[in-house]
T-cell receptor, first 111, second 114 residues
Framework: GDSVTQMEGPVTLSEEAFLTINCTYTATGYPSLFWYVQYPGEGLQLLLK?????DKGSNKGFEATYRKETTSFHLEKGSVQVSDSAVYFCALSHSFQKLVFGTGTRLLVSP | SQTIHQWPATLVQPVGSPLSLECTVE??????LYWYRQAAGRGLQLLFYSVGIGQISSEVPQNLSASRPQDRQFILSSKKLLLSDSGFYLC?????????????FGEGSWLTVV
């Protein structure tokens, strides 16, 4: 079945550092890919998405590119802030809209 | 605009007691509805989804059940809670056609079974 693999955390960075959170997937066909973010004490929010190969999703300074050849959707940000501290989930879905999530990666950003 | 409400936000229940978590969606019709669970140290797992009133599909065998008595209402229940039912429960919805292939989540309910 479909699956999503994320790098284990926590990822600890200083403010203004470059961020990469790796995500790879296994799926049949051409799923849509997502990054969701969960801030402390809150539910999940959609951060960005890409629906086809080579698409780049972007939001709030975060970017991820749908790489079909490497089955990857790595999340990047050029300069993280303390307010970016959260848990980040990579996910995929096919046309029936059921999301398959990775286990999440906790990001801790210190001043 | 569409909104999703989920309650209660926090719940502490003894083993063997019943459970009822409620979720409602506003501002849309005929949504697809979902219940997810995030157990401690684990990722999100889809528990149930529904494409219409009275139509429930279960993704994993478990101690929980779901019901959809109205178009925009989704309820997660248990007759007797287990310790392993503890976790963070998220209700979600997506548009029926969902051409954007996006699911929107509620704020979640923290359940602790003691």
């Amino acid at each position: 079945g479909d699956s999503v693999t994320q790098m284990e955390g926590p990822v600890t960075l200083s403010e203004e550092a470059f961020l990469t959170i790796n995500c790879t997937y296994t799926a049949t066909g051409y799923p849509s890919l997502f990054w969701y973010v969960q801030y402390p004490g809150e539910g999940l929010q959609l951060l960005l998405k890409a629906t086809k190969a080579d698409d780049k999703g972007s939001n709030k300074g975060f970017e991820a590119t749908y790489r079909k050849e490497t089955t990857s959707f790595h999340l990047e940000k050029g300069s993280v802030q303390v307010s970016d501290s959260a848990v980040y989930f990579c996910a995929l879905s096919h046309s029936f809209q059921k999301l398959v999530f990775g286990t999440g990666t906790r990001l801790l950003v210190s001043p | 605009s569409q909104t999703i409400h989920q309650w209660p936000a926090t719940l502490v229940q003894p083993v063997g007691s019943p459970l009822s978590l409620e979720c409602t969606v506003e501002g849309t019709s005929n949504p697809n509805l979902y219940w997810y669970r995030q157990a401690a140290g684990r990722g999100l797992q889809l528990l149930f989804y529904s494409v219409g009133i009275g139509q429930i599909s279960s993704e994993v065998p478990q101690n929980l059940s779901a019901s959809r008595p109205q178009d925009r209402q989704f309820i997660l229940s248990s007759k007797k809670l287990l310790l392993s039912d503890s976790g963070f429960y998220l209700c979600a919805w997506s548009p029926r056609d969902n051409s954007g292939n996006t699911i929107y989540f509620g704020e979640g309910s923290w359940l602790t079974v003691v």
